[in-house]
Structures are given as C-alpha cells and as structure tokens.
C-alpha cells in the first residue's frame, strides 16, 4: 500500500550542485504536485501537474524545474542549488477533481551548504 | 495575495482539557479542509468542508465552515496525547487543486 513515494528522503548538497527529486504515486492520480515546508511558512506550492502531459507554476518557482514523466512519476530539479532552497520538499498526488483530497509522500529533507 | 491566518501558531495544553484552532481569511473558499501532520511524516486529511455552515464530527474533532465560507474552526474535545501534531488549513479557491492555500499551520502539545 505504498501510495506516494518519494526519494531520497534526505540529502545534503554544496550550493551550485544540482539534483532531482524523484516522486512516484500508485493510484492512479491525474494531479501531482510539489511543496516545500519552512519553519513558520507553511506549505508553499513549488509546481503541479493537473494532469499527463501538463504542468504549471505555482508560488514558489524560482530555481526549480519540473517534469512529468508519466501518470505516475512527477519529477523536481534544483538546476543550481542556492542556501535558500533547504526546506523540506513533500509530493502530493490527486484524483484532480473539485475537493478532492490530497495524498502526501514522507518528504525529502534537503539541506544546501 | 489570498491568505489564510491560522491562529493560535503553538498550544500546548495537558490531556483531558479542550481546545480550538482558528482558521480565518478574507477570501470566499468554495471548499476548506484539515490536515494533520506528524513528525517526519507528510499531512493527512482530516475532513473536507463544503457548504457554508457545515459541522462535521470525527469522533472528539469538531470541524466547522463559517456561514460566509471565509473561516473555519477545529475542535477538540477532552484531548488526548495522541493528538499532537501540527494541524492545517486548506482553503480552495476554484475547481483546481493548484488553487489550494495552505495556513502556517498550528502546532499542538498534549502532555499526558
């Protein structure tokens, strides 16, 4: 019953590196999204993927690309990794419909030196 | 840029006493939901709200949608350790999941 499932689930980088997070959801979901989580920030939206094939911003862009490789899998790249971008990074699966709810993975704790 | 307040941020209180988490915006949502989350775990829905008004119970939770569909409260009654957690609001703003604003959440302590 695995769900959402991300990794890596921690990672430490030197500013200018770059890496992929890597997302994958079994159930069938037509959205995906990206968040990152900072103290005192809540949850703020990276980019989502309302569905196969498509993919937008959402509040947080900057410094972050997207790809969404399948119905299944929907990837984020740090290009460059800047101090700013340690947080903790969650991926959210929905059937994309009205109110529906959103499913979360573990998260990914990534920190850049 | 449409905010949700959540209010209090941190509430630490003994097992048994009850509580209640604010949920407040200016904004209209046309639908509001509750997350709990866990250390090291990613958020789980609570209960979605709908229609203006609208209690929903799930056993001593108590969620309510204000009458203008602006806030929302969480209640909980008698609570209990396993409680503790960071709780979330979700305000929708239209038909797509990309219009989701979270609140900065409100992070519980129940002691035993």
């Known amino acids: 019953n695995a769900g959402v499932t991300q990794t890596p689930k921690f990672q430490v980088l030197k500013t200018g590196q770059s890496m992929t997070l890597q997302c994958a959801q079994d159930?069938?979901?037509?959205?995906m999204y990206w968040y990152r989580q900072d103290p005192g920030m809540g949850l703020r939206l990276i980019y989502y993927s309302a569905s196969e094939g498509t993919t937008d911003k959402g509040e947080v862009p900057n410094g972050y690309n997207v790809s969404r490789l399948n119905k299944r899998e929907f990837s984020l790249r740090l290009e460059s990794a800047a101090p700013s971008q340690t947080s903790v990074y969650f991926c959210?699966?929905?059937?994309?419909?009205?109110?529906?709810?959103?499913?979360f993975g573990e998260g990914s704790r990534l920190t850049v030196l | 840029t449409q905010l949700l307040e959540q209010s209090p941020q941190f509430l630490s209180i003994q097992e048994g006493e009850n509580l209640t988490v604010y949920c407040n915006s200016s904004s209209v949502f046309s639908s509001l939901q509750w997350y709990r989350q866990e250390p090291g775990e990613g958020p789980v829905l609570l209960v979605t709200?709908?229609?203006?008004?609208e209690v929903k119970k799930l056993k001593r939770l108590t969620f309510q949608f204000g009458d203008a569909r602006k806030d929302s409260s969480l209640h909980i009654t008698a609570a209990q350790p396993g409680d503790t957690g960071l709780y979330l609001c979700?305000?929708?703003?239209?038909?797509?999941?990309?219009?989701?604003?979270f609140g900065k959440g409100t992070k519980l302590s129940v002691k035993p």
């Open positions: 959210a699966s929905s059937d994309g419909l009205g109110t529906g709810e959103l499913f």
């Open positions: 979700a305000g929708a703003t239209g038909g797509s999941q990309g219009n989701l604003i």
């Open positions: 159930m069938n979901h037509n959205s």
């Open positions: 709200v709908v229609t203006g008004g």
